[in-house]
């Protein structure tokens, strides 16, 4: 099955309108983190939860794997009702937390045979499923190091493995790749497409980064707000965006605001946003419209830093549904 491809049709996650409010801290008034969220996530595929920090991906998660609880709606992994059966919810998950669970201090070997003892495993078997899964990871060279010693990428694919040890039908990997360098992002997406046909399980992978689901996920939905703004393929929700993306940087001596003006009086550009120095902006006929663009910006005294011509990616779907740039959200609700 090709990582795109989309799987079989008996969701392994629903959630129904699912509400959590969060008391408000020393005085502020209460948060609402989710809002009425539903979604489904077929059994067997890498499902894509994603929005800007704040959106309420974790509280999702956190709500889906049994740690946390609802106000209200209804949750069900690999067919389990959350709320009423949460240990044997439990039993069919894995969890990979943002923060690294695996003691510092042991080998990579040794913590996968303590995780499997730890859910049940006998000896011989946890000895087993920790070579396998160290083979899998591409850690069987350094199973005997202690994990103190292991890079980000190393240390986060053995937790990942840690996740699988109990071969869950779910497992849950949240912001997989947040703090890694690109090689070692690039070394995780490989870890989550192969292990997921491997194990042939469903995943949960909540990201920040609209081209990591972009990549990774048969179907995602982009979350803000508490809610589900869209979901479906990655290339569905493309689709439905026609013609060409262009993405104008303006210098940094000229006005971004005169620049979006001058590209909003051509009539075949159209959702012209802009976002810091950047100005984004749709047409039908990229090849045609991006000569006239810089030529009018040119004409209007507006000097030109970089310009590109671009299929629509997530970030235009993003904008398309909540009339902001992705990396202008993000950005916000870290500085908040
Ligand atoms: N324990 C809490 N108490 C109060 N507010 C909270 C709590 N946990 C989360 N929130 C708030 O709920 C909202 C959703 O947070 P959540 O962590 O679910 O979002 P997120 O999409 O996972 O973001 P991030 O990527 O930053 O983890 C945010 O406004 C956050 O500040």
């Known amino acids: 099955m090709s990582r795109h491809s989309v799987p079989g049709s008996t969701p392994a996650i629903t959630a129904v309108d699912l509400v959590k409010t969060y008391p408000g801290r020393r005085g502020k008034p209460p948060v609402k983190a989710l809002d009425g969220l539903s979604f489904g996530a077929a059994a067997g595929s890498v499902f894509g939860l ?27 992994v690999a067919g389990i009702d959350v709320a009423r059966h949460p240990e044997k919810v439990r039993a069919s998950i894995g969890f990979v937390a943002q923060k690294s669970v695996c003691d510092p201090m042991d080998t990579g070997y040794e913590n996968l045979v303590l995780a499997g003892r730890l859910q049940g495993l006998a000896g011989s078997e946890a000895k087993t499923r920790a070579r396998e899964l160290l083979a899998r990871s591409a850690l069987t060279e350094a199973k005997d190091r202690l994990v103190k010693t292991y890079s980000g990428g190393m240390a986060r694919r053995l937790d990942v493995a840690v996740g699988l040890v109990h071969r869950p039908a779910v497992l849950f990997l949240d912001e997989p790749t947040t703090g890694l360098d690109p090689e070692a992002r690039a070394d995780m997406w490989d870890e989550i497409e192969s292990m997921a046909s491997a194990e042939s399980m469903t995943v949960l992978l909540t990201t920040h980064y609209l081209d990591e689901a972009d990549r990774l996920a048969a179907e995602v939905a982009i979350l803000d707000g508490g809610r589900i703004l869209a979901s479906g393929s990655p ?27 001058v590209l909003e009086r051509i009539p075949s550009i159209w959702e012209v946003s802009c976002d810091a120095r950047i100005i984004r902006a749709r047409t039908d006929d990229g090849a045609a419209a991006l000569p006239q663009a810089l030529a009018a910006l040119d004409a209007a005294g507006v000097a030109v830093a970089s310009a590109t011509l671009a299929r629509p990616s997530l970030d235009d779907v993003y904008l398309r549904h909540t009339g902001r740039a992705y990396s202008a959200a993000d950005a916000q609700e870290v500085a908040a």
């Open 235 to 261: 290339d569905e929700l493309k689709r439905e965006l026609r013609g060409d993306a262009v993405i104008i940087g303006v210098a940094l001596d000229a006005d971004p605001a005169r620049a979006r003006g």
């Open 50 to 76: 994603l929005g800007p920090n704040g959106a309420g991906k974790s509280t999702a998660v956190k709500i889906l794997s049994t740690l946390s609880r609802a106000d209200s709606g209804i949750a069900e």
